[in-house]
Protein backbone atom coordinates (compact mmCIF):
# COMPACT_ATOMS: atom_id res chain seq x y z
CA UNK A 1 0.00 0.00 0.00
CA UNK A 2 1.35 3.49 -0.87
CA UNK A 3 1.20 6.32 1.48
CA UNK A 4 -1.49 7.93 -0.12
CA UNK A 5 -3.36 4.72 0.39
CA UNK A 6 -2.69 4.77 3.93
CA UNK A 7 -3.27 8.01 4.25
CA UNK A 8 -6.59 7.98 2.57
CA UNK A 9 -7.39 4.76 3.89
CA UNK A 10 -8.26 5.80 7.34
CA UNK A 11 -11.71 7.58 8.43
CA UNK A 12 -11.82 11.74 7.85
CA UNK A 13 -10.13 13.50 10.56
CA UNK A 14 -10.46 16.58 12.10
CA UNK A 15 -14.17 17.39 10.79
CA UNK A 16 -15.09 20.74 11.76
CA UNK A 17 -17.51 21.11 14.83
CA UNK A 18 -19.49 22.88 13.20
CA UNK A 19 -20.82 19.89 11.36
CA UNK A 20 -22.53 19.18 14.60
CA UNK A 21 -21.76 15.64 17.01
CA UNK A 22 -22.66 13.49 14.39
CA UNK A 23 -19.82 14.48 11.99
CA UNK A 24 -18.32 11.59 11.09
CA UNK A 25 -21.55 11.13 9.56
CA UNK A 26 -21.17 13.98 7.29
CA UNK A 27 -17.86 13.08 5.47
CA UNK A 28 -16.11 9.75 4.79
CA UNK A 29 -13.16 7.91 2.72
CA UNK A 30 -13.36 5.39 -0.36
CA UNK A 31 -10.79 3.90 -2.15
CA UNK A 32 -11.44 2.38 -6.08
CA UNK A 33 -9.32 0.21 -7.72
CA UNK A 34 -9.88 0.00 -11.41
CA UNK A 35 -8.86 -2.98 -12.48
CA UNK A 36 -11.47 -5.11 -10.45
CA UNK A 37 -13.67 -1.93 -9.82
CA UNK A 38 -13.08 -2.89 -6.53
CA UNK A 39 -14.97 -0.25 -3.87
CA UNK A 40 -13.86 0.15 -0.01
CA UNK A 41 -15.85 2.72 2.26
CA UNK A 42 -14.75 3.74 5.76
CA UNK A 43 -17.29 3.60 8.49
CA UNK A 44 -18.39 7.45 7.43
CA UNK A 45 -19.64 6.28 4.27
CA UNK A 46 -20.78 3.44 5.46
CA UNK A 47 -23.20 5.53 7.75
CA UNK A 48 -24.13 7.96 5.32
CA UNK A 49 -25.57 4.94 3.16
CA UNK A 50 -27.28 3.77 6.53
CA UNK A 51 -24.70 0.77 7.04
CA UNK A 52 -23.25 -0.08 10.80
CA UNK A 53 -20.45 2.10 11.40
CA UNK A 54 -17.59 -0.14 9.99
CA UNK A 55 -15.40 -0.10 6.69
CA UNK A 56 -16.96 -2.26 3.90
CA UNK A 57 -16.45 -3.61 0.81
CA UNK A 58 -19.29 -2.75 -1.65
CA UNK A 59 -19.74 -4.27 -4.81
CA UNK A 60 -20.40 -1.70 -7.88
CA UNK A 61 -24.17 -3.20 -7.95
CA UNK A 62 -24.48 -1.47 -4.50
CA UNK A 63 -22.60 1.49 -4.61
CA UNK A 64 -24.83 1.76 -7.85
CA UNK A 65 -27.70 0.84 -6.08
CA UNK A 66 -27.64 3.58 -4.03
CA UNK A 67 -27.53 6.07 -6.17
CA UNK A 68 -30.77 8.06 -6.64
CA UNK A 69 -32.47 6.68 -9.54
CA UNK A 70 -32.41 9.98 -11.58
CA UNK A 71 -28.70 10.30 -11.37
CA UNK A 72 -27.72 6.48 -11.31
CA UNK A 73 -26.82 6.52 -15.04
CA UNK A 74 -24.72 9.92 -14.56
CA UNK A 75 -22.82 8.39 -12.10
CA UNK A 76 -22.17 5.14 -13.76
CA UNK A 77 -21.41 6.82 -16.68
CA UNK A 78 -18.56 9.29 -14.85
CA UNK A 79 -17.46 5.72 -13.49
CA UNK A 80 -16.67 4.04 -16.78
CA UNK A 81 -15.08 6.91 -18.06
CA UNK A 82 -12.58 6.74 -15.30
CA UNK A 83 -11.98 3.04 -15.83
CA UNK A 84 -11.28 3.73 -19.40
CA UNK A 85 -9.06 6.83 -19.13
CA UNK A 86 -7.67 5.49 -16.04
CA UNK A 87 -8.73 9.07 -14.37
CA UNK A 88 -9.75 10.37 -11.34
CA UNK A 89 -12.88 11.49 -10.76
CA UNK A 90 -15.61 13.53 -9.09
CA UNK A 91 -19.33 13.93 -9.11
CA UNK A 92 -22.20 15.69 -7.20
CA UNK A 93 -25.41 13.75 -6.78
CA UNK A 94 -28.06 11.95 -4.55
CA UNK A 95 -28.00 8.89 -2.88
CA UNK A 96 -30.49 6.71 -0.96
CA UNK A 97 -29.77 5.23 2.05
CA UNK A 98 -30.86 1.86 3.57
CA UNK A 99 -33.99 3.71 5.25
CA UNK A 100 -35.20 5.07 2.04
CA UNK A 101 -34.19 8.79 2.88
CA UNK A 102 -31.99 11.00 0.00
CA UNK A 103 -28.57 12.88 0.65
CA UNK A 104 -26.99 14.87 -1.61
CA UNK A 105 -23.46 14.26 -1.71
CA UNK A 106 -20.00 15.21 -3.37
CA UNK A 107 -17.59 12.45 -4.04
CA UNK A 108 -14.49 14.15 -4.60
CA UNK A 109 -11.50 11.44 -5.85
CA UNK A 110 -7.61 12.22 -6.51
CA UNK A 111 -5.59 9.46 -8.23
CA UNK A 112 -4.18 6.60 -6.29
CA UNK A 113 -1.07 4.61 -7.12
CA UNK A 114 0.37 1.07 -6.45
CA UNK A 115 3.89 0.42 -4.88
CA UNK A 116 5.45 0.36 -8.82
CA UNK A 117 4.06 4.15 -8.71
CA UNK A 118 1.96 3.04 -11.31
CA UNK A 119 -2.02 4.65 -11.76
CA UNK A 120 -4.50 1.64 -9.80
CA UNK A 121 -7.45 3.55 -9.05
CA UNK A 122 -8.91 6.65 -7.43
CA UNK A 123 -9.05 7.54 -3.41
CA UNK A 124 -10.53 10.05 -1.88
CA UNK A 125 -13.93 11.61 0.35
CA UNK A 126 -17.51 11.50 0.36
CA UNK A 127 -19.18 14.60 1.77
CA UNK A 128 -22.57 14.54 3.33
CA UNK A 129 -24.07 18.17 2.20
CA UNK A 130 -28.21 17.17 2.72
CA UNK A 131 -28.37 19.28 5.88
CA UNK A 132 -27.61 23.54 5.46
CA UNK A 133 -25.32 24.83 7.84
CA UNK A 134 -27.65 26.88 9.05
CA UNK A 135 -29.54 23.71 10.81
CA UNK A 136 -26.19 22.72 12.28
CA UNK A 137 -25.53 23.60 15.97
CA UNK A 138 -24.07 27.44 15.46
CA UNK A 139 -22.64 28.06 18.67
CA UNK A 140 -19.65 25.80 17.67
CA UNK A 141 -18.91 28.04 14.96
CA UNK A 142 -17.69 30.77 17.16
CA UNK A 143 -14.07 30.56 16.78
CA UNK A 144 -14.27 30.10 13.50
CA UNK A 145 -16.51 33.43 12.95
CA UNK A 146 -13.56 36.15 13.28
CA UNK A 147 -11.99 35.31 11.07
CA UNK A 148 -14.64 34.74 8.47
CA UNK A 149 -15.37 38.05 9.02
CA UNK A 150 -11.86 39.53 8.23
CA UNK A 151 -11.74 37.43 5.41
CA UNK A 152 -15.02 37.69 3.95
CA UNK A 153 -14.00 38.49 0.50
CA UNK A 154 -11.33 35.91 -0.64
CA UNK A 155 -13.72 33.25 1.47
CA UNK A 156 -16.82 34.70 -0.66
CA UNK A 157 -14.56 34.28 -3.96
CA UNK A 158 -14.06 30.85 -3.23
CA UNK A 159 -17.41 29.56 -2.02
CA UNK A 160 -18.36 31.31 -5.75
CA UNK A 161 -15.83 29.33 -7.15
CA UNK A 162 -16.95 25.84 -5.66
CA UNK A 163 -20.74 26.89 -6.27
CA UNK A 164 -20.06 26.96 -9.99
CA UNK A 165 -17.86 23.60 -10.09
CA UNK A 166 -20.38 21.71 -8.06
CA UNK A 167 -23.86 23.37 -8.64
CA UNK A 168 -24.25 23.62 -4.99
CA UNK A 169 -25.62 26.70 -2.75
CA UNK A 170 -24.04 28.77 -0.65
CA UNK A 171 -24.25 27.26 2.25
CA UNK A 172 -22.93 23.88 0.90
CA UNK A 173 -19.89 25.49 -0.63
CA UNK A 174 -19.00 26.77 2.98
CA UNK A 175 -19.48 23.78 4.49
CA UNK A 176 -16.74 21.67 1.80
CA UNK A 177 -14.13 24.75 2.58
CA UNK A 178 -14.97 24.33 6.86
CA UNK A 179 -14.46 20.55 6.14
CA UNK A 180 -11.72 20.58 3.92
CA UNK A 181 -9.87 23.22 6.43
CA UNK A 182 -9.98 21.30 9.70
CA UNK A 183 -9.37 18.04 7.35
CA UNK A 184 -6.20 19.36 6.63
CA UNK A 185 -5.74 21.37 9.34
CA UNK A 186 -5.68 25.18 7.67
CA UNK A 187 -6.53 27.96 8.16
CA UNK A 188 -9.50 28.90 6.76
CA UNK A 189 -8.48 32.03 5.64
CA UNK A 190 -4.99 30.56 4.00
CA UNK A 191 -7.32 28.12 2.49
CA UNK A 192 -9.46 30.03 0.61
CA UNK A 193 -6.74 32.64 -0.90
CA UNK A 194 -4.23 29.91 -2.35
CA UNK A 195 -7.57 27.76 -3.73
CA UNK A 196 -8.43 31.72 -5.55
CA UNK A 197 -4.86 32.17 -6.20
CA UNK A 198 -4.47 28.95 -8.48
CA UNK A 199 -7.85 28.80 -9.81
CA UNK A 200 -5.90 30.37 -13.20
CA UNK A 201 -3.91 27.37 -13.21
CA UNK A 202 -7.49 25.77 -14.78
CA UNK A 203 -8.04 28.65 -17.14
CA UNK A 204 -7.40 26.36 -20.25
CA UNK A 205 -9.94 23.89 -19.13
CA UNK A 206 -12.66 26.14 -19.57
CA UNK A 207 -13.00 28.53 -22.70
CA UNK A 208 -16.49 26.58 -23.35
CA UNK A 209 -17.81 27.50 -20.05
CA UNK A 210 -16.77 31.06 -20.32
CA UNK A 211 -18.19 31.60 -23.53
CA UNK A 212 -21.37 30.26 -22.33
CA UNK A 213 -21.08 32.71 -19.29
CA UNK A 214 -20.25 35.61 -21.83
CA UNK A 215 -23.72 35.07 -23.28
CA UNK A 216 -25.35 34.38 -20.36
CA UNK A 217 -24.13 37.78 -19.16
CA UNK A 218 -24.87 39.75 -22.16
CA UNK A 219 -28.47 39.04 -22.19
CA UNK A 220 -29.53 38.31 -18.40
CA UNK A 221 -31.08 41.56 -18.81
CA UNK A 222 -33.82 40.19 -21.64
CA UNK A 223 -34.98 37.67 -19.00
CA UNK A 224 -35.86 40.24 -15.72
CA UNK A 225 -39.01 40.78 -14.94
CA UNK A 226 -39.23 44.30 -14.80
CA UNK A 227 -42.11 46.44 -12.62
Not at 136 to 143: A, F, G, V
Request: net charge negative.
Amino acid sequence: MTQHESDTAGETRGLDPALGPDSAQRAGTFRFWFAEQRWEWSEGVARMHGYPAEPMEPSLDVVLGHKHPEDRAQVAGVLAKSVAHGAPFCSRHRIVDTTGQTRHVIVVADSMTGDDGQLVGSAGYYVDLTTTLAEERQETLQDTLPELFAARAVIEQAKGALMLVYGISSEQAFRVLIWRSQETNTKLRALAQRLVAELSAIEHAIPALRTEFDHILLTVHERIDRV
